[in-house]
């Protein structure tokens, strides 16, 4: 007989740990403490996920205590070092069900020193204009109007050419009396889901280890094959995001943002 508690709550403490298993004391950018371990709290048999990097999977750092889902973050910053996540030595029990006997369930991610990850990764990012809209815009998703340059990373690692992209609004769209428009800023994954950026956003993943490219232009896969990149063949990438919450902050002025993007070794 197998019995499992039900409705009993449990405790999840994630420790973000260094190579050597030493717990690191990681800051936010503007230099304020992440609690470690990240702690989330769910019921006995709730199942959770915090292997999951998937396009579109977000940060613990950017969830609420409750949920149960998402990753590490790909990089932090510890004593003034930066961190990238070692995706190669994941806890095996980082997916299942919330049945620790002892109501608490420890899980290790452990973290090599930026300069420790091997091979040479690159990003190169675009200027994004979303072009004159007016001031009725109606609720709904917009495309890029144009783009100078273009999003691509560049991996010279030569053991390994998996990587992770990662984007976050950092700076809303904002205009020069410093009115925001929060939650504006989204990216189109696929067909019609738009992530909002306002959290860290796994955006992209190169998955082939053994790929011989070492380039790997990003934008091209915003746009249809063989059209030209302008919004009516815009399939993928930044959007405008016009909502009920932000559309009432729309004033007449130039609104300027910023896109984070993070790239990452991957496994």
């Not at 091979?119 to 007016?134: E, N």
């Amino acid at each position: 007989m197998i019995q499992i508690a039900v409705n009993r709550p449990a405790t999840v403490n994630i420790h973000l740990l260094d190579a050597a298993g030493a717990a690191l004391t990681p800051t936010q950018a503007d230099g304020s403490a992440i609690a470690n371990p990240v702690v989330k709290n769910g019921v006995m048999p709730d199942p959770y996920n915090f292997n999951d990097f998937a396009i579109g999977s977000t940060s613990i750092l950017a969830t609420p205590a409750t949920t149960l889902q998402g990753h590490p973050p790909l990089t932090l910053t510890s004593a003034g070092q930066q961190y990238e996540l070692d995706q190669t030595r994941l806890p095996s029990n980082g997916q299942g069900t919330l049945t620790p006997a002892s109501g608490t369930l420890d899980l290790n991610y452990y973290y090599k020193k930026h300069s420790d990850t091997g091979g040479l990764l690159k990003l190169t990012v675009p200027t994004i204009d979303f072009g004159q809209q007016p001031l009725n815009l109606g609720i709904g998703s917009y495309p890029i109007s144009s783009l100078t340059g273009s999003l691509v990373v560049t991996n010279q690692n030569t053991t390994n050419k998996s990587f992770q992209l990662s984007a976050q609004a950092t700076t809303p769209l904002t205009n020069a009396a410093g009115q925001t428009l929060p939650g504006a800023l989204g990216y189109q994954l696929s067909g019609t889901t738009v992530a909002d950026l306002s959290d860290l956003v796994i955006i992209y993943a190169n998955t082939n280890a053994a790929a011989s490219d070492t380039t790997f232009n990003i934008s091209n896969g915003w746009w249809q094959a063989s059209k030209p990149q302008t919004g009516d063949y815009q399939i993928g990438g930044p959007r405008l995001q016009i909502n009920a919450v932000n559309k009432p902050a729309i004033s007449a002025g130039k609104y300027t943002g910023v896109i984070t993007w993070t790239v990452t070794n991957g496994l």
